[in-house]
């Protein structure tokens, strides 16, 4: 049965519950701090009638405005244009024509997942982007709408070339879809990606977490077993020693296990379909992301690699597409886990040539140390404070010393790996300590160029150079400033006689 | 020259940025400079008086705070005296460079292809100077745009012809 989407219509029914509690778990989620004061016994006995009155009200004011959002929420398409109208108390009409969309993911969370709806988002490019977010539709209507918003473009590709041709062909109303598999992550794959990862967010996140209810596990301990914090640091230095070790060992088992958890959430079951000349990947486990690489919209192929993943055989890819905003890592599609032999397929795929490249390498010079031991020493003085007015001096001075060591090497490796490469097509940015990176950017999606020489530079003969893509810039740092300038005459010839476009 | 293995890049005959005659941007915008500068140590000035008289904070605290800022205030006027003969910008064949600064240079170079839209604007405090700023917007980030400030209206708008000019042919 073929939906009719020339009549304004609104989401799937679903879609109330779907809008509600998704609004719900953004404003929890913001405001979740809200909800600590709780964890204090002497705040539940007294205020929790009124808390609870509260919070009711708050949630049925919630679904209220989820309700009218849900109602106020009408999209048709018309005579080759999307057209939606927005709004609660105030209206948002938005029209797109069919020619500007750039993109149609569809995805699904958890939510979604649950209702068994699908959300369709059109991206479009452009300085102003519109991007349309439709949180519910049955899976056979999103398929449909796709297909109908990016079949008139291909429709009209397919005419032009015909004109240009001159040739009288009957034409083809749909094309016929190649899909092909590129490759499948299974689990067991999957953890692998997982133990390869960088372990510092995981860590990070831990440190947060158990600083944030630091306070509220002592009361806890305190209330328990009587321990009292004050006095065990100074007098019973063997039990603090203890207690150190198993807090220490109890942080690196939970980064190990959010790390891991992590990757394996984000990266679930990923799948790497080619369809004609695109490549479809979809992942996840509780949000399942749907995107399409396409050629010419690719701005930065990344290639994350490192000693644990060469054992196992596997590279990481990202690729950047153009967008009007800054790209974080979560913008970027994954395709994570993958063999070199698959590697070079989707190279070769998006830029025309084979993996790995030659190139003509200027690396960045030692004196890129001082910076960067700067900052690290700065930071060394800092833990070095927190951890005095923390455990003692004995542990506040030994512990920044290790970690200045361990900073000095990791800044040293880096500097090593730190090179940009050129060649007749390619730009290769190297980067990294333990963990390599290496960005490759066609030379004729360069969108402008920047030389930056602090004072010590313009003495030294030094600069960092700038590369500026539709998805974002990439820093090359403390290199010499007779190769930059040979550099960026190189690249803005490239850039200036390329007939081709950069999207 | 770069080369290696068989292939040259031959960068021989390519266009040198470096070379460029740069064009400087307007004398007043220094003067713009100036007096924002002499404003906001006029405020600082009459706050740590205000401050002394009012609070009367401990001796080497107060010291410390007026040499601090001393220092801070002197790099400020250092890098507008000293980076204002530095701020030029330079029309070319295809593209359009621009630089500025003293203790941090930096030079972009944005290909005309590259542009997507130019704005000429104007703050309150830049029209009683008669002065614009011309901004050049490309599809990558912002901070790869270009923004030249203090341009007189005659530059302004010559640049501005020049490269819808430029674009145009481009297109065709």
Redesign the interface.
Known sequence: MKTDFSIPRRQNFRGILVVFLMDLFKRIKQNVYVFLPLLSSEIRENYLDIVLIVLVLLLLLQLLYSYKSYLNFKFHVHEERFFLRQGVLNFTDTDIPFDRIQNININQNLIQQLLNVVGLEIET???KSAEIKIKALSREDALELKEILLKNRVEKQINSQIEEQDENESSKTETNKKLSILFNLDFFQLLKVGISSNYIKGLGLVLFFVSTIFQYLQEFFSNFYEINFENTYLSQSYETFAFVVGFTIFLLAATFIVTIGRTVFQYYDLKVTKVDKDYEVEYGLLKRINQVIKKSKVQVFEVEENPIKNLFKIKNVFISQ?SSQ?LQNKKKIGVVGISDENLNILFKSLFDLSYPQ???NIQSSMRLMFRLMIKYFVLCILIGLGTFLWIGLSYSLIFPLLLLGVFTFISYKAIQKSHIG???NLIEIHSGAIHTNKKYIATHK??????????FQ?QNNHADL?I???S??EHINYLNYDEV??V???L??K??SSEMG?? | MLDFQNNTLNIDDLPRFETVEGHPVAPAYLRVLRTIYAFWVVILISILVVLKFKANPPAPFYYALISVLTFIFSLIIIEIEKGFPKRKFGIREKDILFQKGFFIFKETIVPYKRIQHVEISQTLVFKAFKLFTLKIYTAGSSSGDLSIKGLNQANADKIKAQILKVADIDEN
């Open positions: 490019a452009g300085q153009a800054e030659q190139f003509i050129v060649n007749e360069v969108q402008s160029i920047a030389i930056k020489r602090n004072w313009q700038i500026y893509t539709a974002g810039f300038v040979e960026v005459n190189y803005n010839f850039v200036e950069w999207i």
